[in-house]
């Protein structure tokens, strides 16, 4: 059941930001960030979490869970260090994945070229 529910989660976000692409004017872009904010603010009010636990990946592999895992680190940091975590816990959470990003994103400039439209 476990692979089921990461699917429909994953699945379902998936939709709602094909169907934001094709009925809106909303650029990629914007969904992107709308997306990284509303795992923040879903997180906040305590509405994520048991999604998470239901879903595992299907829920925080999408940019909800990216939004979901900064908003953990901040959250931890505040805890442990007072309001100077609130700068740092959010990259320190995030880091690995803010650094795989960056290596894979200049793999690919390495291995292929840009084109002018």
Do not use: H
């Not at 059941?1 to 699917?7: G, R, V």
């Not at 908003?71 to 700068?87: F, K, Q, R, T």
Request: proline content about 3%; glycine content about 12%.
């Amino acid at each position: 059941m476990e692979y089921f529910w990461a699917f429909v989660v994953g699945g379902a976000l998936c939709v709602v930001a094909q169907i934001l692409i094709d009925k809106t004017r909303m650029t990629p872009a914007r969904i992107l960030v709308s997306y990284v904010v509303a795992g923040v603010v879903l997180t906040a009010l305590g509405l994520y979490k048991p999604i998470v636990e239901l879903a595992g990946c299907g829920a925080t592999v999408p940019l909800t869970g990216f939004g979901y895992s900064l908003a953990n680190g901040v959250s931890d940091a505040v805890n442990e260090y007072g309001l100077i975590g609130a700068l740092s816990g959010g990259l320190t959470a995030t880091a690995s994945g803010i650094a795989a990003a960056m290596i894979f994103a200049f793999l690919a400039a390495l291995v292929f070229k840009s084109r002018p439209k």
